[in-house]
């Protein structure tokens, strides 16, 4: 298995940007597709984005789109998640997983597809 840390959290007025990422170690990362979710107090974990093994392919939830962009570089073993126009609900602790795949470039949105998982981020935008 590969190891998740995520990193890039913090607090940021409504409008703002943050940018997280996450590093992997362990076995070849460029064999998982990957994908961010996220958990607010008293909720169920929820997708944010996903990603490829490739890069190629993305999805976003729909809350997120337009304003969240993931991206990876498997030479560096990073998955990337840059969030613009940030609201107050999308505070919450921000998780990176990854999902072992056979193809370059299918995209898991569920979280049962994900093992492992970092540790979580804490993102707050204050309003």
């Known amino acids: 298995q590969v190891q998740l840390v995520e990193s890039g959290g913090g607090l940021v007025q409504a409008g703002g940007s943050l940018r997280l990422s996450c590093a992997a170690s362990?076995?070849?990362?460029?064999?998982?597709?990957m994908g961010w979710f996220r958990q607010a107090p008293g909720k169920e974990r929820e997708f944010v984005a996903a990603?490829?093994?490739?890069?190629?392919?993305?999805n976003y939830a729909d809350s997120v789109k337009g304003r969240f962009t993931i991206s990876r570089d498997n030479a560096k073993n990073t998955v990337d998640l840059q969030m613009s126009n940030l609201k107050p609900e999308d505070t919450a602790v921000y998780y990176c997983?990854?999902?072992?795949?056979?193809?370059?470039?299918?995209?898991?949105?569920?979280?049962?597809?994900?093992?492992?998982w970092g540790q979580g981020t804490q993102v707050t935008v204050s309003s």
């Open positions: 997983g990854a999902a072992y795949s056979s193809s370059y470039y299918v995209t898991f949105l569920s979280r049962s597809g994900y093992d492992p």
């Open positions: 362990g076995r070849t990362f460029s064999n998982y597709a």
């Open positions: 990603i490829s093994r490739s890069g190629s392919r993305t």
